[in-house]
C-alpha cells in the first residue's frame, strides 16, 4: 500500500508483541545502518522492562518505537517508521503515545539518543519540547558518528499532560490519519 492510499484511514497505536516480530525485523532492516538482529528483538518484545508500540493501518504494521521503563525513567531504545509511510506523521504518533504511555507508568522523564547526522529525529524530538542534554562521541560504532542526548522532563506535571493533549489534537488536525491509542 502507497503512503498516498492511506488518506481518511486510522492510524491504530497498539502494544506490540511476538506475532508483530517479522513486521518490525523487517522495518529495522531498512532503517538502520546495523539494524538489531531478529533474536534480540525478540528478546526486547518479551522484557518485562520493556514497552514496544506498533503502528498500523488495515492490520499492516507500518512502525514502531521501543522504551526500557527503569527507576521512574524511560529510555527510548528505538523508533523507526517503514520507508512509505516516513514524513507523513507516524513517528510522531508513536512518540506521542510513548510519552502517553510513560506518563502512565509514572515516569519522571525520558531521555533518547540520535545520530547527529540524522536531522529529522532532531525536528521531531525538539517539537515534542525535549532538549539537548548531552553528545555521546563517536557512540555508532557503525560509522563513528556521535550521538545527541535529548531528555524531556517532567512527565508528572498537569502541564505535560496537557501539552500532550494539545499536541494530539493537533496532530490529527494536520494529517490525514485519525490517531486511535489501544494501550
Known amino acids: 500500500m502507497s503512503a498516498s492510499e492511506g488518506a481518511g484511514r ?10 508483530d516480530l517479522p513486521a518490525v525485523w523487517a522495518i529495522e532492516q ?16 518479551r522484557r518485562e522492562k520493556s514497552l514496544y508500540l506498533a503502528a498500523e493501518i488495515d492490520g499492516e504494521l507500518i512502525g514502531y518505537v521501543g522504551m ?4 521512574g525513567e524511560g ?8 520507508p512509505e509511510w ?18 502512565a507508568l509514572n515516569a519522571r522523564l525520558v531521555v533518547l539518543e540520535h545520530r547527529t547526522g540524522n536531522a529529522a529525529a532532531a525536528g521531531l ?5 525535549f532538549i539537548q542534554v548531552g553528545r555521546r562521541k563517536g557512540y555508532y560504532h557503525d560509522t ?33 490519519l485519525e490517531l486511535e491509542a489501544d494501550l
Open 144 to 176: 563513528g558518528e556521535d550521538a545527541i542526548v535529548m531528555a524531556v522532563g517532567g512527565l508528572g506535571h498537569p502541564d505535560f499532560t496537557a501539552e500532550l493533549m494539545r499536541a494530539r489534537e493537533q496532530w490529527e488536525q494536520e494529517r490525514d
Open 125 to 129: 524530538y525538539d517539537k515534542l519540547g
Open 86 to 103: 516516513r514524513g507523513r506523521g507516524v513517528a510522531e504518533a508513536l512518540m506521542l503515545c510513548v510519552l502517553e504511555r510513560a506518563v
Open 10 to 19: 486510522r492510524l491504530v497505536v497498539r502494544r506490540a508483541g511476538e506475532a
Open 68 to 71: 526500557w521503563l527503569s527507576v
Open 30 to 45: 531498512v532503517s538502520f545502518p546495523t539494524p538489531w538482529s531478529r533474536s534480540l528483538l525478540a528478546t526486547e518484545l
Open 75 to 82: 529510555h527510548v531504545c528505538t523508533l523507526a517508521v517503514d
